[in-house]
């Protein structure tokens, strides 16, 4: 194993040579086949002639050649500081994805030692369009709960809520010390509340950027500032006794933010000069060739849309992206508008983002919504939730005439300044029909929105700044890590020292080896976002077998001695025939709980759940048979 794994080292060192020194030779074949001598063709004489010419022209001075020497060891040792890992540690770090794989959202990972474990951070994720009525979904909790013991902290990275939003769900079964930045924390409270979770604030450990704090035994964690789509993001530097992994949270490397705080690039190089024995990076971007553009780059875009603004401007946006909004308040207050802001949690995002200092604006440019109506319409800039087209949000309100004080007019400018989440392109587009049907203008232009995450470039600078001996790309489907590969290897980290995590994949490191150890359970659970509450699996099965192939309610009395139907039964079904069919259905039913009565096996009669389903069976066969669907079946027999 041992040497296995030098042989790693010293494949390392040599991939990155290679990669350093291919340009050199490159240009030096270059210029020898433009070379006179070549083009002659006679070959020996032309290596006589060009080797005598240059030893005439051009003696080699022994000092310079050792210098070349010298920074060719300084580059190998700047390219491959993996040697300063301990290789003859025992000590182990195992990390294991409870969600975020194989999926955009959902984001939460477990770091465990031999004794102690830590979380960073809990998400939630967005249920598929046939999970009818499931507005929110949670990770399984199944293995957190087996290590409950261990767990020291849960660690968060930033605000957005497929790594918050689980939070509530989370503690509302087990508890542990939170640490993270103000904001994160700040939005997270906001949730307990909600909840009813108040005390759980006192679990709060606030947190200073660039600061080291240990936790529990065996763990030391630092934040450094990240950019991204919501301020106060971190990547994380988790230091063990086997070594360093950073874990850059969602990430962009936006060098002109709107607050200039630029992302820590110089922490990361710091960790990345000493050694680091790992990387999880942000994958969600891992096919964009073009550099992710600054937040400042809509500037000129809302200043256009401002200018030629006729009427209202009623923008909506992510509430989390709170530059985003804090820019368009901005250019509207320059064209002299005031400012309305609507939907809750656009309300909630701006008002903790105002309290903590994150934005500065003067009160006097707010107005209430019930002004509104008293205002000229130029005067007037409404901030709301809905971009994507939810059904519950304010614009989607707006845009059918049932919000309370908005009604859509001709004139009305409505920018959406954010892309379409995928799968969300209908609802978008339904609420932009409903929007013009209304009179109003929409704009959803491209340059008026920028992503938070990193492209390819962006995820080249974070591999070469932290030059990580493994490498774990995370956050995005299989396809999105499969890229992260690709160009990790690009940036000299080895194949075999790259893994693609599934969630549930415990994958284990230590200096001298990476491995995937065991599966552990991982799956999600369903969430009613009105009474915040679970909804069972089979519920959500039968919703879908209601929506796509009906139901069939059977009530039949039964003699039980004679087996034979004392009264016609009475079938009922919803989604599976056409009224006017009922009659002939119903009859058809009736045949088919004959015929079975007739062939009925002995004793069934006496066990009523027995004798109910294989009746299902008989029917479900039958339906099959005639439809090619599988409706739900519901026999209610009564053995008289
Ligand atoms: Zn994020």
Request: proline share 5%; hydrophobic share 35%; with cysteine.
């Amino acid at each position: 194993m041992e040497q296995e794994n030098q042989e790693i080292n010293e494949s390392i060192s040599q991939e990155n040579r290679k990669q350093h020194y291919k340009k050199p030779n490159s240009n030096y074949n270059s210029n020898s086949n433009k070379s006179p001598n070549i083009q002659s063709g006679n070959k020996n004489k032309n290596i006589s002639k060009s080797s005598s010419r240059r030893r005439q022209s051009t003696p080699i001075d022994e000092k310079l050649k050792a210098f070349v020497e010298l920074n060719q060891e300084s580059h190998k040792q700047r390219l491959n500081p993996h040697y300063k890992l301990d290789l003859n540690s025992r000590d182990k770090i195992r990390i294991t994805p409870l969600g975020g794989l194989g999926e955009i959202g959902g984001n939460i990972t477990v770091f465990e030692t031999q004794n102690e474990a830590i979380l960073v951070d809990v998400g939630m994720s967005f249920p598929d369009e046939d999970m009818h009525g499931v507005d929110i979904l949670i990770p399984d909790f199944s293995y957190i709960r087996e290590i409950k013991d261990k767990i020291k902290a849960v660690i968060i990275t930033h605000a957005h809520e497929d790594h918050i939003g689980a939070m509530p769900y989370l503690y509302k079964d087990m508890q542990f010390p939170i640490y993270g930045t103000p904001l994160p924390l700040a939005m997270i409270g906001n949730k307990f509340d909600e909840h009813h979770l108040k005390d759980c604030r006192q679990h709060f450990n606030p947190v200073e950027k660039r600061k080291i704090y240990k936790i529990g035994e065996d763990f030391e964690v630092e934040w450094m500032h990240m950019t991204h789509s919501i301020v106060d993001s971190s990547s994380l530097a988790i230091t063990t006794s086997c070594g360093t992994v950073i874990h850059t949270g969602d990430f962009k490397i936006d060098h002109t933010p709107v607050d200039g705080y630029t992302a820590d690039l110089h922490r990361l190089a710091h960790y990345g000069d000493r050694g680091v024995l790992c990387l999880l990076s942000d994958s969600t971007n891992s096919y964009n060739t073009n550099a992710t553009p600054s937040e400042l780059s809509v500037a000129p875009a809302l200043d256009r849309v401002f200018a030629k603004a006729e009427g209202r401007v009623i923008l909506s946006t992510f509430s989390s992206n709170i530059h985003r909004v804090y820019q368009a308040i901005q250019y509207g207050v320059k064209y002299g508008r005031k400012v309305c802001v609507i939907g809750r949690s656009m309300e909630r995002n701006i008002e903790v983002a105002m309290q903590y200092d994150y934005i500065k604006l003067p009160k006097n440019i707010f107005v209430e919504p019930e002004q509104i109506a008293s205002m000229n319409d130029k005067e007037i800039l409404i901030v709301t939730t809905g971009s994507q087209g939810e059904p519950s949000s304010a614009l989607f309100r707006m845009s059918i005439g049932e919000h309370r004080h908005v009604k859509i007019k001709p004139n009305d400018l409505i920018v959406l300044s954010s892309r379409p989440i995928p799968g969300n392109e209908g609802s978008i587009s339904a609420m932009l029909n409903h929007l013009q049907r209304a009179g109003a203008k929409v704009t959803n232009e491209k340059d008026i929105h920028v992503s938070g995450h990193a492209s390819i470039e962006e995820q080249k600078l974070m591999l070469r700044l932290v030059n990580p001996k493994f490498f774990l790309p995370i956050h995005g489907e299989y396809n999105h890590v499969m890229k992260h590969k690709e160009t990790a290897m690009m940036c000299g980290v080895p194949e075999r020292n790259i893994y693609i995590m599934n969630d549930g994949d415990t994958i284990e490191i230590a200096p001298k080896y990476m491995r995937k150890v065991k599966t552990v359970r991982t799956g999600k659970v369903y969430i009613d976002n009105q009474n915040n509450h679970k909804i069972d699996d089979d519920i959500v099965i039968d919703r879908q077998k209601l929506a796509s192939d009906g139901i069939v309610v059977i009530v039949a009395q039964i003699d039980g001695q004679h087996s034979t139907m004392l009264s016609k039964p009475n079938v009922t079904s919803f989604g599976l025939v056409a009224d006017k069919q009922d009659k002939y259905f119903a009859k058809e039913i009736e045949d088919v709980l004959e015929h079975f009565l007739i062939n009925i096996k002995e004793g069934l009669i006496e066990n009523p759940r027995a004798l109910e389903n294989d009746l299902r069976q008989v029917v479900r066969k039958h339906i099959y048979r005639k439809m090619k669907k599988y409706p739900l079946i519901v026999p209610h027999i009564f053995v008289m």
